[in-house]
């Protein structure tokens, strides 16, 4: 089983959708979550951290399923402008960290 | 500015030859790290050095070896280059106080 599993997508939506992405890991002492976007051809940016108790930044909420082993990431009200690839990344108890293979989204007019 | 730098940008290689990627960073952080990024492949970690002084396998280490020189600098060496280490490479450093891994630009490598 792959260390961090994410949907593959592409997620097609209009604006205005709400979108989710997920993705699992399969290490139950992982200890840091994140989401990262990239857009075409970038280095990828942090987009938010993923806390235990769920997070939200503005119209972006993250959260996290520790017996589940998963994080997810919900975005409302999608923009033309989010359109890009949003990878998660887990943080072993080792400072090793690993991506997910991203999901792209394209949010269109 | 402060963040990661890392060259070559682009490099184009003949199969067979040897080159080293340098990445440096001036944030201080503990942990550095190799990714390399293919069609459809996410990113995958080469190598990383949780601290100065260590280095450990990741994913996709074969064809590579690595270097923590000091705190600042973290080198990835291909010995004998093959086609199938076409890519762009990014390394990134991390601190766990802030949480955040910050990219360098990434490096894209050619191997004809």
């Known amino acids: 089983r792959k260390e961090v599993e994410q949907d593959p997508g592409p997620f097609n939506v209009p604006e205005g959708a709400t979108v989710a992405f997920n993705c699992t890991y399969s290490n139950s002492a992982s200890q840091s979550f994140f989401w990262y976007r990239q857009d075409c051809r970038k280095e990828p940016k942090l987009l938010m951290s993923?806390?235990?108790s769920g997070n939200e930044d503005g119209r972006f909420t993250a959260q996290l399923n520790r017996a589940s082993q998963y994080i997810s990431l919900l975005i409302r009200d999608s923009k033309l402008s989010d359109s890009a690839t949003y990878l998660c990344?887990?943080?072993?108890?080792?400072?090793?960290?690993?991506f997910g293979k991203g999901t792209l989204l394209t949010v269109n007019p | 500015n402060a963040g990661v730098t890392q060259t070559p940008k682009f490099q184009v290689l003949k199969t067979g030859q040897s080159m080293t990627l340098q990445c440096a960073q001036d944030m201080n952080h503990n942990s550095m790290y190799w990714y390399r990024q293919d069609p459809g492949m996410g990113l995958r970690l080469i190598y990383y050095?949780?601290?100065?002084?260590?280095?450990d396998k990741g994913e996709v280490p074969n064809g590579y070896n690595v270097s923590r020189l000091n705190k600042r600098e973290f080198s990835l060496r291909l010995e004998s280059a093959a086609p199938s280490q076409t890519s762009v490479y990014f390394c990134?450093?991390?601190?766990?106080?802030?949480?955040?891994?910050?990219f360098g630009a990434g490096s894209r490598l050619t191997v004809l």
């Open positions: 990134a450093s991390f601190i766990s106080g802030a949480n955040v891994l910050t």
């Open positions: 050095s949780a601290s100065e002084g260590t280095t």
């Open positions: 990344v887990v943080r072993g108890s080792n400072y090793k960290l690993t």
């Open positions: 993923v806390y235990s």
